[in-house]
């Protein structure tokens, strides 16, 4: 009689028919230990990374129920942490995706912060303000208000900075951001009124990341989410629209307009509009044609 070797209770993954044993597959499981508050609805309000040039508060709030109290001990005396993240308003991943910055050119999404992965899992150093009870009072994020919390772990300068390490094309990107912007963008009369108005009365500085953006490349680019719109063009800067002209290098920025039609704004059960506000007051003082 042969010799069998005693089956185990495992079975084999569909994309790659390798064995996953029981006690592993349970160690793939994950859930979040809190979400970060932070107010911020839309991602054009989000900086590309916080290197703390912005003053602001944000907490992420740990879950009632799990000793998390304990686990955060010790923590305070550290001036950065990692934050670990699920992008959780994305269901699918592209092996290549085109960046947000440089030229329209796709690179492999491994090579990319995007947040079209296999597993959308995410991870920033925030500053960390202070430590009370269940939640953490940081500074500058990157994240929309509800991310999931997967993990948070100290950051340690010595063994997390590499400042003299290659970044392969992203390099290439910052040494022509170094050179002086081929693009010089101007406000027509109008827009100066609006952007003002926004900044002032709504704390809302559109207009200063969305001329920053135009600068480097007013060009029709998806991920940019600039595209052609009657005789110029239209970039959606998150919950507000720039309409602006391009001649040779010179960018006219021509107006600003809310993303949401009017009925979409009073609508109670829309509940997750960003600036709704602003943009039912941006409406009545600029009624559109």
Known sequence: MKNEVPKKNSRASKSSGTWIEPEHEAALRAEPIGFLRSGKRSKFSLPHQPIGKQDERNVVELLGGKQFEQALLDLAGFERVWLVWWFHRHRNWKPQVLPPRGPKRKRGVFATRSPHRPNPIGITPVQLIRVEKRKLV?????????????DIKPYIPAIDSFAQSKAGWVDEIERAQDEPARFQVTLSELAEA?????????????????????????????????????????????????YFT?????????????????????DPEKTRIADRQAQIAFRARWPEE
């Open 194 to 242: 609006q952007a003002d108005y926004l900044e002032q009365e709504w704390g809302l500085e559109i207009i200063e990341d969305a001329a920053r953006r135009l600068r480097a490349d007013p060009n029709p680019h998806r991920t940019r989410r600039i595209r052609r719109h009657e005789k110029g063009f239209l970039m959606s800067c998150g919950a507000w629209r720039v």
């Open 138 to 150: 940081v500074g500058e994020v990157d994240l929309i208000d509800g991310t999931p919390i997967l």
């Open 246 to 266: 391009v001649e040779g290098e010179a960018v006219e920025v021509l107006r600003m307009a809310p993303g949401y039609p009017y009925e979409y704004l009073v």
